[in-house]
């Protein structure tokens, strides 16, 4: 028996994948032979089923108020979706359950795919189905309100992002003005959003219940296939990062105080220069923003550059800010074209700068993954992902002259990029360490929840800041999360990777191009390895110890002079 997909096949309803299904699961695996064919034509069709998704979810990000993209992405996931999830399951089990598998699937990239497979069979509930559909919509509608928040600002309405760059002006009345209509606009949808957290944390919590765990927490561990490290693991971060890295934020907003002539500092002089000068403004236009993308990586190897080149010839990038766009950043793959599309909201400050190379990072995984034979091997955890892109953000750094042709404006550059790292891992454990607490406490109320996350600002902000007369901004400062409520628990890879970045990033100011190559051949695993095993192929270590975070940021101190 065969099963063929045609080259110019497109989803049209859930009938049609279903009657595809059903013919793989007819599928005879009685041999090896066979099951490689098999696994073959899974990997096509989910692949073509994944892309589909993906344009429908990169059109509506795109174009918010589009009711025609809107739609399309909501068939997806609360008619298509739910159709075909049990026959997607079949699949797994048909895959789990055969002999043939079982013996030969034993090779470690076969090992790690097969494990995945047995933890997503087990956790599979018929009644999850429509919970999951729910959860998708309620994150639409989170991404509908935050992409929909404008204000007006000398006279112009702006999205929240060129809003954002007000923050970066010298002048402190104007950065007022900005920072409370920025935060009176977020706060005008706080009920909205407090409900659909409420929804969402009540489902979670079902889902995890349905599937047999105590909490969602527990359930996620499972769900990311976290093999290589345990919620303890998460908690000793927390904790290394309290004791390691908020210390050094401390400096930094103490310099600040003194640099600025300022106490107390108020929310709106966070992101100023300290000592007076204009924000950086690495580009003009979108275009300028891809072609030095594209020299920058160049620099680094032919290969990332021409990764960006080709991405812009095929105009799988939408870079500029604009009315009714989400907000954030992604690199989406496209598992079908074995190519990625980038999605950000630039505006021309060095925020964007460092967005692109991020995104770029992951762009370059997408390339490199290219060749492995199925698409499961390409889907890698959060942490590898995240170690590509983080990495690249340290990796492009000298190749920023080509956005700033003034040696002082680079150096400053690279300053900014190396001062962001310990707020970054700061902010990453509050947020985890939030997570943790929301879904092994599913039924708090609203009012517990806002305590609780002023109690973790106290463990990692620094207290410097006033907030007297703007408690509610501080309060509800998780809703711009977009993690929080539409990628639950996917945050802490960002902190595990940004330690294995400084560690390509070191490995890098050492060995030169051989570090290059590392980090290519680490890319090439996808998920084929275990996650310490690339992190040591990359030339970095999988290591959020006490001791290993300390010494990380005694080399941030010492490069900051702090």
């Known amino acids: 028996m065969s099963f063929n997909l045609p080259s110019d096949f497109k989803v049209k309803d859930a009938e049609q994948l279903i009657a595809l299904y059903q013919d793989l699961i007819a599928f ?19 692949s073509a089923i994944s892309e589909d998704m993906a344009w429908r979810y990169i059109h509506m990000t795109c174009d918010t108020a589009n009711e025609a993209h ?48 047995k933890s997503a069979v087990d956790l599979y509930r018929e009644e999850n189905i429509a919970l999951n559909a729910k959860l998708a919509t309620l994150a639409q509608e989170y991404g509908s309100v935050m992409g929909g928040m404008s204000i007006t600002i000398e006279g112009k309405e702006q999205t929240m992002q060129q809003a954002s760059n007000y923050l970066l002006k010298t002048d402190r009345p104007l950065r007022e003005e900005a920072w409370k209509a920025i935060s009176n606009k977020r706060l005008e949808s706080k009920e909205q959003l407090e409900g659909i957290m409420d929804d969402m944390i009540q489902l979670r919590h079902q889902v995890a219940v349905n599937a047999g765990f105590d909490n969602f927490r527990e359930y996620m561990f499972e ?25 050094v934020v401390k400096k930094q907003v103490t310099q600040r105080k003194v640099q600025m002539n300022l106490d107390p500092l108020m929310p709106w002089d966070m992101a100023v220069h300290p000592q007076g000068l204009d924000p950086l403004k690495p580009f003009e236009a979108s275009e300028d923003l891809i072609e030095n993308t594209i020299h920058c990586f160049n620099d680094l190897d032919e290969y990332f550059g021409n990764c960006i080149a ?74 590898v992902a995240e170690l590509a892109s983080m990495s690249m953000e340290l990796l492009s750094m000298d190749g920023w002259k080509y956005f700033f042709s003034d040696g002082a404006e680079l150096k400053r550059a690279r300053e900014e990029q190396l001062q962001g790292i310990p707020g970054t891992l700061s902010w990453i454990a509050q947020v985890d360490a939030f997570q943790h607490w929301i879904y092994t406490n599913p039924t708090h109320t609203r009012q517990e929840r806002e305590a609780k996350w002023l109690s973790l600002n106290k ?10 007369d703007y408690m509610d901004a501080l309060t509800f400062s998780w809703h711009r999360q977009l993690h929080i409520f539409e990628v639950p628990f996917y945050y802490i890879e960002y902190g595990f990777a940004q330690l294995g970045a400084l560690g390509v990033w070191n490995n890098y100011l050492k060995n030169g191009s051989t570090a290059i190559e590392q980090y290519k051949e680490a890319l090439t695993l996808g998920y084929t390895r275990s996650i310490p095993e690339i992190y040591k192929t990359a030339g970095a270590e999988f290591n959020f110890s006490s001791t290993y975070i300390s010494g990380l940021m005694s080399q941030i101190e010492k490069e900051l002079h702090l």
């Open 28 to 46: 005879p695996i009685e041999t090896e032979e066979a099951l490689r064919a098999f696994l073959k034509n899974v990997s096509d069709f989910e």
């Open 223 to 247: 769900a990311m296939c976290r093999f290589d490290y345990s919620v303890q693991d998460c908690y000793d971060f927390h904790e290394s990062v309290k004791n390691n890295v908020v210390p």
């Open 70 to 117: 809107n739609k399309a992405y909501e068939e997806f996931v609360t008619e298509i979706q739910p159709k075909i999830a049990p026959f997607g399951n079949q699949i797994n089990k048909k895959i789990v359950d055969s002999p043939v598998a079982q013996k030969v699937m034993t090779a470690e990239e076969d090992a790690i795919y097969f494990k995945s497979l």
């Open 310 to 383: 080709t991405m812009r010839d095929k105009k799988f990038l939408d870079l500029e800010s604009r009315m009714g766009k989400a907000p954030g950043g992604y690199n989406y793959p496209l598992a079908k074209t074995n190519m990625p599309f980038i999605f950000m909201n630039a505006t021309g400050n060095m925020r964007d700068l460092e967005t692109m190379v991020h995104e770029g990072g992951h762009a370059i995984h997408s390339f490199l993954m290219a060749p492995l034979k199925l698409n499961a091997y390409k889907d890698t955890p959060s942490e």
């Open 459 to 468: 463990d990692y902000g620094t207290g410097m800041v006033d907030y007297t």
